[in-house]
């Protein structure tokens, strides 16, 4: 019989249900990582919620950190026991854009993504197919602490989501507190940004966005945005109306007025950085969109991965604010829920090989 693992499992929305699966087997190409912790995704919190993009039966994660348990002789320069972090991305070859050779849109892509289609962090043990050392799986340095480690994923989603579109100087605004919004906030202080403001509907959230480096923060259940910003970088009348003077907003949030909040605090022709999925449709008047013609940017992910762990390195990360609860995987159900509360809970992790 096959060795079995505790793994939780997305069986719907509301339910991550702690199940006995089977372990993955690590063929020759493959390598088979013990998971230690892993951290809940604010996508994933979407899926729970909503059923955002997943099927049920699946396991979930791609914040991790493990350890390599089972090295396929085929994989060159990964040893058993080092520390690591992978994640597996394919494509169907049969597509209509795969014949096309337009890969990185193949129409079944997530199926073949470690956290998704791919078996992932939220098994005690996972499988890297076609492992290879510096593509899709890195080693982390064991200098680093692991609760930091398990971080590198979504500090990879910030560095991608900065990177080309923050200038040395530029006025920023980052709309949403939460991981990513911190995680984009240090990446911008990295590339130069000349100012930062912090929006959040949060107390906590912005207090930590102060700690990551944020310069001003706007409170928006209490305070209009506009006028705030306008209160911090100076009044901007455009053709059509009051505007902000930020070169760069970053819409991290994904509700209600969020992404009206970006295009105003932006001068025109500024840049909307496009973040966060959000739940609901979004209303939005095109008058100042057409009128003001911000540029929408939506960064393509995962690029960044190395930087991430060289800054983790140097210790240029804010790193500890981050984490608020560190739960067993026994404790799932409650692990989501504190990570749905974003009063308490700013990233929760999951340790994957508690007793
Ligand atoms: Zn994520
Ligand atoms: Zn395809």
Redesign the pocket.
């Known amino acids: 019989m096959a060795e079995t693992m505790k793994a939780i499992v997305y069986e719907g929305p509301g339910e991550m249900i702690v199940e006995d699966v089977e372990k993955p087997m690590c063929g020759p190409d493959d390598l088979v990582i013990k998971t230690k912790y892993t951290s809940i995704?604010?996508?994933?919190l979407h899926t729970y919620r909503c059923g955002y993009g997943q099927e049920p039966g699946r396991i979930l994660g791609?914040?991790y950190v493990g350890y390599a348990d089972e090295v396929g002789e085929n994989v060159e320069g990964i040893e058993v026991g080092d520390r690591v972090w992978g994640m597996e991305v394919g494509v169907c070859g049969e597509c209509w854009y795969c014949q096309n050779g337009d890969y990185a849109n193949c129409s079944s892509i997530l199926d073949h993504v470690t956290?998704n289609g791919v078996p992932g962090g939220y098994g005690q043990y996972l499988r890297i197919r076609n492992a290879k050392l510096g593509e899709n799986v890195h080693k982390v340095p064991m200098d680093i602490p692991e609760v930091h480690a398990t971080l590198i994923?979504?500090f990879g989603?910030g560095a991608d989501e900065v990177a080309g579109n923050v200038q040395p100087g530029d006025k920023v605004v980052v709309i949403g507190c939460g991981m990513i919004g911190n995680a984009i906030i240090q990446f911008a202080k990295l590339a130069g940004a000349g100012s930062i403001t912090a929006v959040d509907v949060s107390e906590p959230r912005l207090e930590i966005a102060l700690q990551c480096g944020a310069d001003h923060t706007i409170n928006s259940a209490k305070e209009d945005v506009l006028e705030a910003i306008q209160k911090i970088y100076g009044p901007n009348r455009w053709f059509y109306g009051e505007s902000g003077r930020c070169d760069v907003a970053f819409e991290t949030a994904g509700v209600g007025d969020t992404l009206k909040n970006a295009i105003d605090c932006v001068k025109g022709g500024g840049k909307v950085v496009l973040v966060a999925p959000s739940e609901r449709d979004v209303n939005i008047n095109l008058a100042p969109v057409i009128n003001k013609q911000p540029q929408f940017v939506i960064p393509v992910s995962g690029n960044h991965i190395k930087d991430v762990i060289d800054a983790m390195e140097k210790g240029e990360l804010v790193i500890d604010p981050l984490i608020t609860d560190i739960l067993p995987y026994t404790k799932a159900a409650e692990a989501f829920e504190m990570q749905a509360n974003p009063e308490k809970g700013m990233k929760t992790l999951i340790q994957m090989d508690a007793e």
């Open positions: 995704c604010g996508g994933e791609h914040e956290g994923e979504p989603v």
